[in-house]
């Protein structure tokens, strides 16, 4: 028995021993099995009965919709009882809790293990925060503070060319 795994939006991705129908055309048996108990049996169950993908189901369900074969959505949900039954025992895998902020003094680390030539990666691991927070801290403790400043000296306006007659001359 292989493996069954799923997509992004939870439905059975394609597997040969369950899905025996894919890439044949419909026949009108199968269309009328679709029509009469998709609502009724669910997707999942669907899917095993005419051995095709859900993909292709819910596809060829909203075809049959739009062409006014078969009732509009009822919006019920049949739960997934194949993939509940096999993924009970499965963990699942915790989320990492990042710290938010670093301390003036963490920081000022953070800025000379920079210059030592540690990473990125590598420093964030080391105070549990995310690359993005050593990052941003690093990048503000480095900023040059006199950029902020407006400068008070007035600058030259004077062209480095001017014209004269009509010719351009280097002053």
Same mark, same amino acid.
């Given at each position: 028995?292989?493996?069954?795994?799923?997509?992004?939006?939870?439905?059975?991705?394609?597997?040969?021993?369950?899905?025996?129908?894919?890439?044949?055309?419909?026949?009108?048996?199968?269309?009328?099995?679709?029509?009469?108990?998709?609502?009724?049996?669910?997707?999942?169950?669907?899917?095993?009965?005419?051995?095709?993908?859900?993909?292709?189901?819910? &596809?060829? %369900?909203?075809? /049959? *919709? +739009?062409? =006014? @074969?078969?009732?509009?959505?009822?919006?019920?949900?049949?739960?997934?009882?194949?993939?509940?039954?096999?993924?009970?025992?499965?963990?699942?895998?915790?989320?990492?809790?990042?710290?938010?902020?670093?301390?003036?003094?963490?920081? &000022?680390? %953070?800025?000379? /293990? *920079? +210059?030592? =030539? @540690?990473?990125?990666?590598?420093?964030?691991?080391?105070?549990?925060?995310?690359?993005?927070?050593?990052?941003?801290?690093?990048?503000?403790?480095?900023?040059?503070?006199?950029?902020?400043?407006?400068?008070?000296?007035?600058?030259?306006?004077?062209?480095?060319?001017?014209?004269?007659? =009509?010719?351009?001359?280097?002053?």
């Amino acid at each position: 028995m292989s493996v069954v795994e799923y997509d992004d939006v939870g439905r059975m991705k394609y597997n040969p021993e369950y899905h025996f129908n894919q890439g044949t055309s419909w026949s009108a048996e199968d269309k009328e099995y679709l029509i009469e108990w998709l609502d009724k049996i669910g997707l999942e169950e669907m899917s095993l009965a005419l051995g095709r993908t859900e993909a292709t189901i819910s &596809e060829k %369900a909203r075809v /049959l *919709r +739009k062409q =006014g @074969k078969m009732k509009p959505d009822a919006k019920s949900r049949n739960p997934r009882l194949l993939r509940l039954e096999l993924n009970k025992n499965k963990q699942r895998k915790k989320r990492t809790v990042w710290n938010t902020k670093l301390s003036q003094d963490q920081v &000022e680390e %953070a800025v000379r /293990l *920079r +210059k030592d =030539g @540690k990473t990125l990666n590598e420093i964030a691991t080391m105070y549990n925060v995310s690359i993005y927070t050593i990052f941003n801290s690093i990048k503000r403790a480095t900023k040059n503070p006199d950029q902020s400043i407006r400068s008070s000296t007035t600058k030259n306006s004077t062209s480095l060319y001017h014209m004269d007659g =009509g010719m351009q001359v280097v002053s």
